[in-house]
């Protein structure tokens, strides 16, 4: 733990050191913005790696670190530990738990958290979740997802899955992880396994068989790596919902088969003899989620029919409308378009109802109510 505060503190006085040379003109190509990232940055560390919310390393009384047999290695897996366990009138229940990879907690249906807080390779941040706002008196029912994606990527670093959970309230252990006779029980959600990469950088796109099954078979559990544990030094999220989650627009698609298709490479690189990128071939993908999306076709009768519905997507149709010369508005290409959209081609009143609707997008980007009239 020594170590890893000696690396946050010379970090941060690398970041400060370079913003210093770049107020006194040392420092050659620093603007406003690097400056103002530079701070931003050297407040973050500050308040995240120095002075975090201190306290001393969660311990568990009861739990084991546990996976599903077998599983260990497979790539691209989602694990549902589901306990139940009772409780009394007033009783305020708690979850102590560490996991790798990502991972979302809910009780009886209700969403309760999401993690990781990632550390550094090797070591893993425990969390503690407040069950009381979710929990009832008599039967609850609590299920934690984990992912076990085992591929590098620039999101999540490849280590092995494991889950180490219990839920206590005061002196009590209610439930916990354990490979025999523990009250956690282990199935795979329905999500399809073999699917592309999301990206080159990150781990898998996200595709699910529904209705789910009703009672999937329970997997037996093997011991797991014990995680080599530190104190999480960073505050919880609040998960505030944005009540301004409204549709942009609205369209008619069709899938068309013979449309052509691009292959990247976080499709054509795995399987390939001594890549090191890590992922399923082409041929043994159950759903090629990047084809399908590339083969929904907009156009009705060899037209294209443009987005309805919203109000920020009409709003963004007039914007666009009124950023296009006249000659592309009218059918012109793209490419004559392109040089007066850069001189900034809108002047007087046009200019000004751009401006005002540029306006009333940030705004209701922002989860604003626009005032100005047009």
């Not at 503690?128 to 929990?135: G, H, P, Q, S, T």
């Not at 530190?230 to 609205?250: A, C, G, H, K, L």
Request: with cysteine.
């Amino acid at each position: 733990m020594i170590c890893y505060n000696v690396r946050m503190k010379m970090r941060m006085a690398d970041v400060v050191g370079r913003m210093g040379r770049g107020l006194g003109g040392g420092f050659a190509g620093v603007r406003g913005h690097s400056l103002r990232r530079g701070l931003r940055r050297a407040l973050l560390l500050a308040v995240t790696g120095l002075s975090g919310v201190a306290g001393a390393v969660t311990a568990f009384d009861a739990a084991e670190s546990v996976w599903p047999a077998g599983l260990a290695e497979e790539m691209n897996t989602l694990i549902a530990f589901r306990a139940p366990f009772e409780l009394k009138a007033g009783e305020r229940p708690v979850l102590k738990m560490v996991a790798w990879y990502s991972y979302r907690v809910t009780l009886n249906g209700a969403f309760v958290g999401f993690g990781p807080a990632r550390g550094p390779k090797g070591f893993f941040r425990p969390d503690e979740w407040d069950l009381a706002a979710a929990a009832r008196p008599g039967r609850n029912e609590l299920c934690v997802e984990v992912a076990g994606y085992n591929v590098p990527n620039f999101y999540l670093m490849e280590q092995p899955p494991f889950f180490k959970a219990e839920v206590v309230c005061a002196d009590r252990v209610l439930a916990a992880t354990k490979r025999v006779g523990g009250a956690f029980a282990a199935t795979r959600q329905p999500r399809v396994q073999k699917v592309p990469r999301y990206s080159f950088q990150r781990t898998f796109v996200e595709a699910y068989r529904l209705p789910a099954a009703a009672h999937p078979p329970a997997l037996a559990l093997a011991a797991a790596p014990e995680p080599a544990l530190i104190e999480r030094r960073v505050p919880y999220p609040d998960f505030e919902v944005n009540p301004r989650m409204t549709p942009v627009s609205f369209a008619k698609v069709r899938y068309d088969e013979t449309a052509p298709v691009r292959q990247d490479r976080s499709l054509s690189l795995p399987g390939q003899t001594g890549g090191g990128f890590k992922g399923f071939p082409l041929a043994d993908l159950e759903l090629n989620a990047s084809f399908l999306a590339q083969r929904l076709d907009r156009r009705e009768g060899g037209r294209d029919v443009p987005p309805r519905g919203g109000r920020v997507g009409r709003l963004r149709q007039r914007a666009q409308r009124l950023r296009l010369p006249r000659s592309a508005r009218r059918g012109g290409s793209a490419r004559s378009a392109r040089p007066a959209v850069r001189r900034g081609a809108v002047r007087g009143r046009r200019g000004a109802r751009h401006q005002a609707l540029q306006g009333l997008l940030q705004r209701d980007s922002l989860g604003l109510r626009g005032t100005g009239r047009l």
